[in-house]
């Protein structure tokens, strides 16, 4: 129960919170619901106008019983606004049953002490049974929804979503879903109407226990629970308790209403505003201090992390977003100020959970991953993680940065394909939760990343053929970071500059593919010419025959070393590259040269650093002569 026991009392740490409503937490015996029409009434329950909602202004407070908040089917009215089916007497095709409990229900909460003058208003309206003929008079339908991409869906007349206005009366707040004295009231009635006591496993105390759990959890017309009770027709309970059917759930751990209700209401929170939320497959992660107190996105790469940590911040750019001369110091000290600034709100012995839901059906959900820590030890691993798996990365022209990429770049480095006309890049929703999900515990837990992905996304760098620029770009970064991050957890550590005095085969190959492709890279830049180079188109195989390739890449540099010894610009440039070309070759054992086994992700780590040093000072100063010989 330790999950339902945080939530809550992130709840009681949070009610002050001021956000939207879709973002705030719910007070007790409420819901929100995405309203489609509104209608203005006068105090005495006179109809003045009416409008239908666009998508940001729908989402609505209403006031709900425990059957009307959880209903998928039969008659179960929510007490003030309501679908059309139930509200509008005149509806035609209407269900008499219905309408006739929502009267009921909204009679007994006007006539009882929790009354409220706008239960006055709505219920005299609604008595003369003209709501179906008052929009149509203000034409109002057809009435369609939009979603966030501009999609629109007509919406069947009898379940057009009302919600009311009271005009008119000595109350400014005319809005229902706004008026805090109903919202009050409603709560008051609510618990009037339900005395059904018992043990609360949470608070430890006999209070009004929760019948029915909530839904919309995860989002919007989210049908999974994480609790439920009320299966007597299946085998939920059988072999388990002996009681009669009307007392099963006092054999199991009861939880009060208004914890559950707080619980659920907490996490709904969370993950509108703070969670890792993947919609098509409904995984969710979401990482909170119980306290309230802003924490790092667990999922996020180091640039988010920082910029979220300081206004004031700005993304690495030139120098300081590849990689540097300082190896990484200033990268280190903005990661070390980002994480400083987190500690300073955030106290040592502050309750930090991690907690993940998915769902395999459309009405069960479960919790896949769940962490409590203190707030030093999260912090602690958040640092590690993205200390560890740092490297230059190059998400597009505006996107440069030092550090480790975010979970959802790692699953598209390692398993994206390309579908469809457009050719996007995607990954398999299964892949991607299972990738994410196995990320987690390196994250969160501190173990070591799984070797497949770092194979995966050496493998992906590797084969740059298939990929644009920019992708291939990105894709060299992960996989740069997941092997240097590896191979530290293994106990072998590398820079983030080149190291110039590693004399490993696969790191002193990567150094030599990057000098090849400066070379050719170069010439054709002087040509004007563009298209891709032999040490490019050859870098896959490159990497699973290196030296039978690399005499395929030296031949067919041949030419174009000649163009640039020709070119006075070009000589000077290609003197500095041959003289590194032989250091770097004088470096290797004869074995580990002439030896055409496999390459490691090692070799990007070569490939990417010496490449790094080259662009730095790729074009030739104008006293970059070629040196001659008397």
């Not at 991409?149 to 707040?173: H, I, M, S, T, Y």
């Not at 770097?584 to 040269?593: A, E």
């Amino acid at each position: 129960m330790a999950w339902i026991e945080r939530l809550y009392q992130t709840y009681e740490n949070c009610a002050d919170k001021i956000e939207a409503v879709g973002l705030r937490l719910w007070p007790l015996s409420h819901t929100v619901k995405k309203a489609h029409v509104e209608i203005a009434i006068d105090a005495k329950g006179n109809f003045r106008r009416a409008r239908k909602l666009n998508r940001l202004e729908s989402p609505t407070l209403i006031p709900a019983t425990e059957d009307s908040a959880g209903r998928t089917s039969g008659i179960a009215p929510h007490p003030l606004c309501e679908e059309l089916s139930y509200c509008a007497a005149d509806l035609p095709d209407a269900d008499p049953e219905r309408q006739k409990k929502y009267i009921e229900l909204l009679h007994k909460w006007r006539d009882s002490a929790f009354t409220h003058p706008k239960i006055e208003s709505v219920y005299a309206y609604v008595a003369k049974g003209s709501v179906w003929s008052d929009l149509n008079r203000e034409k109002i339908f057809p009435v369609s929804t939009e979603d966030s991409r501009g999609n629109k869906a007509k919406v069947a007349d009898d379940k057009v979503f009302l919600r009311w206005v009271v005009e008119g009366a000595q109350d400014p707040c005319s809005a229902t879903w706004e008026d805090k004295s109903l919202i009050a009231a409603w709560m008051h009635f609510d618990a009037q109407q339900n005395d059904r006591t018992g043990f609360c496993m949470v608070t430890g105390q006999s209070t009004r226990i929760a019948q029915s759990h909530s839904r919309f959890v995860r989002r919007a017309g989210d049908g999974a629970k994480l609790i439920s009770a009320n299966d007597f027709s299946g085998y939920t309970f059988r072999g388990r308790f002996t009681d009669e059917k009307k007392d099963y759930e006092k054999q199991a751990c009861s939880v009060s209403f208004e914890v559950s209700q707080k619980a659920h209401s907490a996490l709904r929170w969370l993950i509108g505003r703070q969670s890792y939320h993947d919609f098509q497959s409904g995984q969710v992660f979401v990482a909170w201090a119980v306290a309230g107190k802003p924490i790092p996105d667990p999922f996020e790469d180091t640039l988010a992390l920082i910029l979220g940590s300081s206004k004031n911040v700005q993304p690495a750019g030139g120098a300081d977003s590849g990689l540097a001369g300082d190896a990484g110091q200033f990268f280190a000290l903005r990661l070390k100020q980002a994480i400083r600034g987190y500690r300073a709100n955030l106290d040592p012995t502050d309750d930090i959970v991690v907690m993940g839901l998915d769902s395999a059906t459309p009405g069960r959900m479960a919790i896949t991953y769940y962490r409590e820590l203190k707030g030093s030890e999260f912090l602690d691993r958040i640092e590690d993680w993205h200390t560890q798996y740092a490297w230059a990365q190059d998400f597009g022209k505006n996107t440069k940065f030092v550090g480790a990429p975010a979970p959802r770049d790692i699953a598209e480095a390692a398993f994206s394909t390309r579908i469809g006309e457009t050719g996007e890049l995607r990954v398999d929703d299964a892949l991607r939760k299972a990738t994410i999900e196995r990320l987690l515990p390196c994250i969160i837990d501190g173990q070591p990343i799984p070797l497949d992905l770092v194979l995966s996304t050496a493998r992906r760098a590797s084969n740059r053929a298939p990929l644009k620029r920019w992708e291939w770009e990105k894709f060299l970064g992960i996989a740069c970071a997941l092997f240097r991050g590896y191979s530290k957890s293994q106990g072998k550590e590398y820079q983030m500059a080149l190291e110039e005095d590693r004399g490993t085969r696969d790191y002193l190959y990567g150094r030599l593919l990057a000098l090849a492709d400066s070379i050719e890279g170069y010439a054709l830049r002087l040509a004007d010419e563009k298209r891709g180079t032999t040490a490019a188109r050859l870098m896959q195989r490159f990497a699973d025959r290196p030296f039978s390739t690399w005499r395929n890449i030296e031949l067919a540099l041949t030419p174009y070393k000649s163009r640039l010894r020709a070119s006075e610009k070009g000589s000077g440039f290609l003197w500095k590259r041959e003289k590194l070309l032989d250091e770097i070759q004088c470096c290797f054992l004869s074995d580990d040269f002439t030896s055409d086994r496999a390459l490691s992700g090692e070799f990007l780590l070569g490939y990417h650093c010496q490449r790094a040093a080259l662009q730095r000072g790729s074009e030739p100063a104008e006293d970059d002569v070629q040196p001659t010989t008397k």
